[in-house]
């Protein structure tokens, strides 16, 4: 009883400062707007005797002490309902209470002419009523606690309903015996093992992959394609992290390398060289793989914490150089290259949608190498090598070849993507490679899952794809980005689409490739 | 006689602890050669002198009449030498086959551009290496398990994969640190069974560090004791069992009296 007490209480302050924290930072009226617009509510409407922000807002807050409710619920499983009950009932109270307080002193404050927003600048008058559910301090803090108090109590009480009847459990259990009889059929069974289950679904992938871009009109072409050049580099470091599991900080400076390599070579300043832009494409891989190979030899010795470290100087050291004002003759400096020359195929230029199919045969020629280099004795020694180095060199393998060869291969990648980046936007400068691109395509790798294509793809969605989504949270974006990433890795700690191991032993034709997801 | 292994005089120091002592020891082919010797005294640290890891401050290692010392443990595999480890050290994400197939690296050739270009001969080596992977899964009796991944796998399990990996690489000296360590008396006696097999069906020589007594009176041609890096007798099992100083060694105690 004791510990149940404490964990109520602790779940209640954890609550309590999360909703604080949100209030603070203004997020409170700026979630109720949101919840406003997604419902198309008018703002002079009225909703249960409410004004509809008000509304949207009692909504919101709701929802948190709902969640309390709900997570005490599922940490006191098993228990009988009267103690889950009860400790909702004290979770929800130190919570309100908590809420209540900030509510009434902020109110206060706020009637007795006091510029909050002075010192804390989101605290704006308006942001304070509404937190007061637009009442008298005193009213409005006594109906939060009363509001959250209640709301815990009913997340708890139909949490532990659910948990009770099995709600889920038995849909999922409904679902599998579904989908066990659907395999069952023998045609089907016969269908998804054959080689012309993967030929259909890649079929349709194509499909969507050539239809989309026609419908999706400029900027979502302009978004996929931004994707799509994600997709690449998260290929290439997966590669490298993934497989190898190498930590590379600095990939960036690959695709920097990349990208000057066409800017240079195909604008008419600083060089006036104006090359065809598919003459310059290799090269540019070329470039960044030599680079990577030549630049990494003498750093491979190192281990774990210390590559990334000189990995991490690496990139911005590149970056740097490219903005120096004494190399300004050479890279164009501070200000980029512009006028990047872009593909032109027998004198036809590439429109948006044109050029989004290419990077999607970039992708497409970069996950086919991908998966035959994994199903290989060399994927086979990146893998070892991540698992234990010492073990790996004692089953034979030529550690230092293998590193350089994940680094080079993750160079070539990211110098594919370089050269497409800055061709498709005219332009590049130091601004295109800093470090965050680097950390992007790190997190687009882990959150999807190391090791995994589909996890990458579906990561650089979630990087790239999710913030153009998010545009309408605009200050937040940064915040409800993190906050997702957090509650990602809570959820699924293995990525989104976690890299699935091929099978071998009841797999009748060896090598299959239509065998591995 | 044809000797597969020998050291000389092998000295392999860490800061002021001799670890290995002047050790010499000589390996005949298709034998089973146990080193013992009490907890520290040397045996794991004397194998990674042989296997590369380390590499000692005096003495030579010979595999076949040809001097090991310098090269790194990979080039020491390609030469084919194998081990396990005393705390299993499995790819534990990676399936039971491919572990295996990990073993096989040293006799495989495809490289990366024949792997991305699948040209006929790397697909058929592949074939062939999936194949020996499944036939050493039946050999150490873990048929059935092979999709599983490693750290899945049941304790006695990963013991004998570990030794399938071993396998796969074909060496000509197997060594072996450990390979009952945690197993109960049944397990042990399959384990007995096992290593006589590999010698007997597979031709390789076998070098085993082991600490259950009856297990390496039971197996072992020729049994080398180890004290304090020390080699401090050397002889079948009947001489070691009565000999004076090793019985000293292990407390005093009557070595038939002694299990760890
Ligand atoms: N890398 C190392 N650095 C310093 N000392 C070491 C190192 N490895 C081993 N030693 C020391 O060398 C001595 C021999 O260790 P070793 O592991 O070879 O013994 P062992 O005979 O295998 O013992 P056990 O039966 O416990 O496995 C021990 O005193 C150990 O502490
Ligand atoms: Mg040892």
Known sequence: MKTQLKSSLNAGITFGIVSLFLYLIGFTTTASQIIQNLLKLKPASTVLGMDSLTFSFALFIGLIGLWAGVNQARSQKGQPFGTVLLSAVLTGLVHGLIVALAAYITGSLNASGVKMNTYLSQLLPASVKLFLFNQTPVLGALSQLAFLTLTALVGAAVTYGLMVSNVFGKLADAWRSMWKQVNAVPAIAKFRASPYFSYVMYSLLLLVMVFVPLRAGQYWNYTLGTVGIYVLLGLGLNIVVGLAGLLNLGYVAFFAIGAYTVALLTSPAPHGLVWNFWLVLPLGILAATLVGVLLVVPVLRMRGDYLAIVTLGFGEIIRILSKSDALTWLTGGPKGVNNVGGPVLFGWVFDDVSYLYLIFLSVLLAIFVTRRLQNSRVGRAWESMREDETVSRAMGINILKHKVLAFAIGAAFAGLGGVLFAARNQFTGPEDHNMMVSINVLSAVIVGGMGSIPGVIAGAFVLKGLPEILRELENYRVLAFATLLVVMMLVRPAGILPASRRKFEHENAPGNEGSKQ | ?260
């Not at chain 2, 002021?16 to 002047?22: E, H, I, K, Q, Y």
């Not at chain 2, 082919?29 to 794991?44: C, L, M, R, Y």
């Not at chain 2, 572990?99 to 991305?116: K, P, Q, T």
């Not at chain 2, 390979?179 to 006589?196: S, Y």
């Open chain 2, 1 to 260: 006689m044809i000797v597969a292994l020998e050291t000389r005089g092998v000295v392999k120091q860490f800061g002021g602890l001799v670890a290995v002592n002047n050790v010499d020891l000589v390996v005949p082919e298709n034998s089973i050669f146990s080193v013992i010797g009490p907890n520290g005294a040397g045996k794991t640290t004397f194998y990674n002198c042989i296997t590369g890891f380390y590499t000692p401050e005096k003495g030579d290692v010979l595999f076949y009449g040809e001097s090991l010392l310098g090269l790194s443990p990979d080039q020491i595999t390609y030469h084919g030498i194998a081990r396990t480890y005393q705390n299993i050290r499995l790819f534990s994400t990676m399936s039971a086959i491919e572990n295996i197939m990990v073993g096989e690296h040293s006799r495989l050739n495809a490289s990366w551009a024949e792997a991305i270009i699948r040209t006929p001969r790397m697909v058929k080596e592949e074939k062939a290496a999936v194949e020996e992977a499944r036939r050493l899964l039946n050999f150490v009796g873990l048929a059935g398990l092979g999709d599983q991944a490693a750290r899945n796998l049941p304790y006695g399990a990963q013991r004998r994969l570990e030794i399938a990996r071993a396998l796969a690489s074909k060496p000509k000296l197997l060594l072996l640190d450990e390979p009952t360590a945690g197993m109960n008396p049944n397990e042990t006696a399959e384990m007995v069974a096992f290593v006589h097999r590999l010698r007997d069906e597979l031709g390789i020589s076998i070098l085993l560090i082991e600490h259950d007594m009856r297990m390496v009176m039971g197996v072992s041609d020729r049994i080398a004791v180890l004290d304090y890096g020390e080699k401090i007798a050397e002889g079948s099992p009947t001489e070691i069992q009565n000999n004076p100083r090793v019985i000293e060694a292990y407390l005093g105690k009557p070595m038939s009296e002694y299990e760890a």
